[in-house]
């Protein structure tokens, strides 16, 4: 099969497109045709060689795919630790995909949507609160602004771009952050130099979740400022997927394909490109131009 190689961590990574043996399930495995993996910062850092799972030069990213079921023929989605930049992979646990998503959307919403339901959730957002969310043009933003607007909130999608905030405007989506404003919750997929910041903008009783790190990581003593507004009893909240169980991460999955299915959320995919212009992926993702997921199409 045809897959994409991390060559070497040089210079920040080189992919190649190489020829590998097909892979083999083993017991309760499914073998799966790929016809879309999902490109993430994560992949971003492995092949940088920043990533502790993948140590060694040789392996082939991709954490989520979409495709076909060989034994089954069933459309499917998968979550992986590793291997969905090729032809075909080999997963552990699969969900099945409603008719409604194809498989590009399917992977548009994945790990994504996934990781922004939960920590929604773990924040406790309700109906009517204010949250802001950082980076909202980016895969974990664009679904988490998506979502707290249908929980009910009051949502601000923050985003340095002028195009993507016309976008996200589109999407129905408010980008006015006033300076002075301060909200209920804050969903931070970006981290960066200005976490501390962001951190004195919450209201009483409010909840930070940072759950990614986009923009690199804070300072040391970002969270300095907390002990200052003690009396305002802030939270804040650190979120990842990897703490989550098996049970929990196929219900999840199911919920998100549900209410994209319903029309209650949208799956958006910034471009789809061949499987061997997996550099190409890469550069688009590292720019910041992208708006949305963007697809490897083997």
Known sequence: MKAITVHSFDDGGALRLVDLPDPVPGPGQTLIEVEAAGVGHVDVMSRRGQDPGFPVPGFVPGLEVAGVAEAT??????MLGGGGYAEWAVADEVVALPPELSPAQAVALGVNALTAWLLLERAGVTAGESVLVRGAS???GLMAAQMAAHLGAEVTAATRSAAH???LGGLGLSTRDGED???DVVVDPVAGADLGRHLGRLRPGGRYVVCGAAGGFPAPDFAAGLLGRFQHSPSLLMFSLSSVGAERRRSGLKTVFDL???GALRGVTDEVLPLAQA???HERLESGAAFGKVVLRP
Request: glycine share 20%; aromatic share 10%.
């Open 73 to 78: 023929g069933e459309r499917v989605y998968a």
């Open 138 to 140: 980016g895969g974990v």
């Open 165 to 167: 905030a016309g976008r």
């Open 181 to 183: 404003a301060a909200y």
């Open 260 to 262: 994209a299915a319903r």
């Open 279 to 281: 550099s190409l992926a």
